[in-house]
Nanobody, 115 residues
Framework: QVQLVESGGGEVQAGGSLRLSCAAS????????MGWFRQAPGKEREFVAQITWNEGSTYYAEPVKGRFTISRDLGKTTVYLQMNSLKPEDTALYYCTARAGGFVWGQGTQVTVSS
């Protein structure tokens, strides 16, 4: 069973940066595609970015392209989301996910961007 623990959220002013971490555990974790979703108050949960363990192939949602970077550390089985040039509309609860058919979700970490 894969388990995910996020960290690194917080409050930052617009234009600032944050880095989220997601520590993944479980024997089969490297078979999963890792990703990040977010959910802002009153809005539906939306996809942010994803990465594969072996190839490191990445994919981003349009609103974050060029500002966010997803990466992984195979040795630590940890996935990161570096968020630069943050905007107030990036304010949301950010969830780490592991996908292999269905999804495994972390508990979420709050990111608040003030103007």
């Amino acid at each position: 069973q894969v388990q995910l623990v996020e960290s690194g959220g917080g409050e930052v002013q617009a234009g600032g940066s944050l880095r989220l971490s997601c520590a993944a555990s479980g024997r089969t974790v490297i078979r999963y595609t890792m990703g990040w979703f977010r959910q802002a108050p009153g809005k539906e949960r939306e996809f942010v970015a994803q990465i594969t363990w072996n190839e490191g192939s990445t994919y981003y949602a349009e609103p974050v392209k060029g500002r966010f970077t997803i990466s992984r550390d195979l040795g630590k089985t940890t996935v990161y989301l570096q968020m630069n040039s943050l905007k107030p509309e990036d304010t949301a609860l950010y969830y780490c996910t592991a996908r292999a058919g269905g999804f495994v979700w972390g508990q979420g970490t709050q990111v608040t961007v003030s103007s």
